[in-house]
T-cell receptor, first 112, second 111 residues
Framework: EAQVTQNPRYLITVTGKKLTVTCSQNMNHEYMSWYRQDPGLGLRQIYYSMNVEVTDKGDVPEGYKVSRKEKRNFPLILESPSPNQTSLYFC???????????FGDGTRLSIL | SQQGEEDPQALSIQEGENATMNCSYKTSINNLQWYRQNSGRGLVHLILIRSNEREKHSGRLRVTLDTSKKSSSLLITASRAADTASYFCATVPTLDDKIIFGKGTRLHILP
């Protein structure tokens, strides 16, 4: 089954404790992306990747890092999480940037 | 910077009525996509309209695109309770690799 898998689905942690949210897709897609969704602000793109070893900043990249060492995986790293990063995060992938995206089920992060 | 803005923010209609949502954007686009989200779940793609298309249909969905006004509309005909969800437009800019989502329209279908 074609899917985008995010882990964990839920996480409560404390300020400053490094965390990684994993994202994996099984569709051989080139384009992958991370978004955060906050009430009243819609989805905002954090980082995206056009292909392996090619990543670039979206609209809200501050406080986040990503890597794309393999085509299927695109982890989101919060080196020193802060409360303003409490949000619902989505990973998505598509064959190419201009094509419809497949979304994961989301990761709800709470940073205390 | 977000360039897709949906209107209205929220919409409640009776089952069976038609629902119309609008999206405005700021720069030239390659295509515009509409997505649906059920209550905090992942978004699901509904329909894509290219910049050289003016109208597209998919089942009960009708999408229009007016590039001169930089706007699009999504019409859901004969609404059903199961259509209750949030709807987002996403624009793929011509000169950028980003994808820009709007803030969404919350649609509530009343039984």
């Amino acid at each position: 089954e074609a899917q985008v898998t995010q882990n964990p689905r839920y996480l409560i942690t404390v300020t400053g404790k490094k965390l990684t949210v994993t994202c994996s897709q099984n569709m051989n897609h080139e384009y992958m992306s991370w978004y955060r969704q906050d009430p009243g602000l819609g989805l905002r793109q954090i980082y995206y990747s056009m292909n392996v070893e090619v990543t670039d900043k979206g609209d809200v990249p501050e406080g986040y890092k990503v890597s794309r060492k393999e085509k299927r995986n695109f982890p989101l790293i919060l080196e020193s999480p802060s409360p303003n990063q409490t949000s619902l995060y989505f990973c998505a992938s598509s064959p190419y940037q201009n094509q419809p995206q497949h979304f994961g089920d989301g990761t709800r992060l709470s940073i205390l | 910077s977000q360039q897709g803005e949906e209107d209205p923010q929220a919409l409640s209609i009776q089952e069976g009525e038609n629902a119309t949502m609008n999206c405005s954007y700021k720069t030239s686009i390659n295509n515009l996509q509409w997505y649906r989200q059920n209550s905090g779940r992942g978004l699901v793609h509904l329909i894509l309209i290219r910049s050289n298309e003016r109208e597209k249909h998919s089942g009960r969905l009708r999408v229009t695109l007016d590039t001169s006004k930089k706007s699009s509309s999504l019409l859901i005909t004969a609404s059903r309770a199961a259509d209750t969800a949030s709807y987002f437009c996403a624009t793929v800019p011509t000169l950028d690799d980003k994808i820009i989502f709007g803030k969404g329209t919350r649609l509530h279908i009343l039984p």
